[in-house]
């Protein structure tokens, strides 16, 4: 097996963590060695939850880069700008936990901007309404969020900015393919009806609507070119 | 400052044009030294189809947050910074993750004085050119068919000839039918057809079926697949290469010629002229940092 594929096998939960150990051992190379090479392979998160002993699918012991306190107004703010009906929403997804893996990666020049809002949203919450943003009611949280989303809560700087921003990547957790950390089991897909990015669609598939569940990759495997 | 060997040809970037250049260039036998700023790319690294990676983080165009490229559009101003809408950063170029429409220039768009400004018909139009400097092209549309020609044919582009009625004249149509509409296309087509234009398929440099060019084109470019209609072109490279790019169709051909010196990872940063202004020394960082000339 390539280093590739036993990263592959691993996070996909077909190999084992003791095996996981083994196979890179018998590779010749260093389990750290092996989890910058997923970094490579642009699933950051997903290996690090797995060092931390965690199910690899995306679910985080503890949060990366915001506070446990950051990330529980984080998870309150997701679970209102995607709302769970009797849909899955956010919180099934994932969402806040793309956000944060985000947060602790590509998206690190965005960390500041987060660790203030969230604050300055949770000082909001607790001065006007007397408790924390997590704490409040659905109805009292979509009231604060309307407010935020227009501009009227100065208390915030850049709300709006900061509202439109938070929307953003937790659309972005919704939807984005699982790796991430976010789309978890793939519901967000499943909402939408999306397939997936299939390898291709052949004739009886092309201009009708693809009735099959989603799947996160799929197809032969890639062949090489190099110049 | 180390100083290099003389090359007939230097090409600075390795992309759409260059790939092409470095091709003719090295197959006419010329010495040519090809700098490219960015790395060498392989499937693996262009084609995942992972939306965040390509369209929502804009992976091909990352490399532009950490070393800006400067722009103005007149000479007196000053360049500022850009971090968007950057080419790709790799050997091959946008055209890895271009859209892939592929039509020609129409004849009238080489006249645009003579035929927008010289008939009178931007004023008719009320329209404000102040500023602009609107001139007719210095060739037209005849000169260029034999090269739109060759690039259709060598490339790889799906169309009908003669279908667009302001298209100029062809002396050959297209290498491949075109691509499958799609169920948008076919909407619009049928409500354009009942409101009397003339919708036509727009050429696309997508492989409708398996194709290598016939001679008397360039025989050597290997033999690309049919697009799978997987739906994901535009800032995606192709997972199965059937779109029309240079990384996989000239440039290995122009490497094998032996004539192209392809340097990756090096920076072009002046290009020194003579007296009379013929540029004749380029001084680029190479890999390691290291300053050539």
Redesign the interface.
């Known amino acids: 097996m390539s280093m590739e594929e036993v990263v592959r096998a691993y996070l996909q939960g077909r190999m084992d963590r003791r095996e996981f150990i083994r196979a890179l051992g018998a590779l010749g190379v260093t389990a750290g060695a092996a989890l910058s090479y997923v970094h490579v392979l642009?699933a950051p998160g997903v290996a690090l939850a797995a060092t931390a002993g965690s199910p690899a699918s995306g679910a985080l012991a503890s949060p990366l880069a915001l506070t446990s306190e950051e990330f529980g107004v984080l998870q309150a703010l997701a679970a209102r700008i995607f709302p769970t009906t009797d849909t899955p929403g956010a919180t099934e997804a994932g969402a806040a936990e793309y956000v944060d893996l985000a947060l602790a990666g590509?998206y690190a020049s965005f960390l500041p901007r987060y660790r203030q809002g969230l604050a300055e949203l949770d000082r909001y919450a607790a001065s006007t309404i007397g408790a924390s943003f997590a704490a409040l009611s659905d109805a009292q949280q979509d009231a604060l969020l309307e407010d935020l989303e227009a501009g009227r809560v100065t208390a915030v700087e850049g709300g709006q900015e900061f509202f439109r921003l938070v929307q953003r990547h937790v659309v972005?957790g919704v939807f984005?393919?699982p790796?991430?950390g976010g789309n978890r089991d793939l519901v967000g897909w499943r909402l939408v009806g999306f397939p997936g990015?299939?390898?291709?669609?052949s004739d009886p598939y092309?201009?009708r609507v693809v009735e099959a569940p989603p799947i996160a990759?799929d197809?032969p495997p890639?062949?090489?070119?190099?110049? | 400052m180390r100083a290099d060997p003389v090359a007939d040809v230097c090409l600075i970037g390795v992309g759409a044009v260059g790939g092409i250049l470095a091709k003719e260039l090295g197959s006419a036998g010329l010495q040519v030294v090809a700098f490219e700023r960015g790395p060498a790319v392989t499937l693996e690294d262009y084609a995942a189809r992972d939306a965040i990676k390509w369209v929502t983080r804009v992976a091909l165009h990352e490399w532009v947050r950490h070393e800006p490229i400067t722009y103005r559009s007149q000479p007196d101003q000053r360049a500022t910074p850009r971090y968007t809408t950057s080419p790709t950063n790799s050997v091959g170029g946008a055209i890895l993750h271009w859209t892939a429409q592929a039509a020609r220039f129409l004849p009238a768009d080489f006249k645009v004085f003579t035929n927008e400004i010289a008939s009178g018909l931007a004023e008719r139009a009320g329209a404000d050119i102040t500023g602009h400097e609107v001139s007719d092209w210095p060739i037209g549309y005849d000169d260029l068919e034999p090269y739109y020609e060759r690039f259709e044919w060598e490339l790889g582009v799906s169309g009908r000839g003669g279908d667009n009625p302001f298209g100029g004249p062809r002396r050959r149509g297209f290498p491949m039918p075109p691509l499958r509409a799609g169920a948008k296309s076919q909407l619009f087509e049928a409500a354009c057809r009942r409101l009397g234009y003339h919708p036509f398929v727009n050429p696309s440099g997508i492989n409708s079926q398996a194709y290598r060019p016939p001679a008397p084109y360039d025989t050597r470019i290997p033999e690309r697949p049919a697009c799978v209609y997987c739906g994901h072109c535009n800032n995606y490279g192709c997972h199965v290469n059937a779109k029309a790019a240079t990384l996989y169709s000239v440039i290995p051909v122009a490497v094998a010629t032996g004539n192209v010196d392809l340097r990756t990872n090096s920076k072009v940063v002046r290009i020194s002229t003579d007296d009379a202004g013929r540029a004749t020394v380029v001084t680029y960082f190479d890999p390691e940092g290291q300053i050539h000339e």
């Not at chain 1, 990015?197 to 669609?201: A, S, V």
Request: aromatic share 14%; with cysteine.
């Open positions: 642009g590509p972005e984005c393919e790796q991430y990015q299939r390898y291709g669609y092309i201009n990759v197809g890639p062949i090489s070119t190099r110049v």
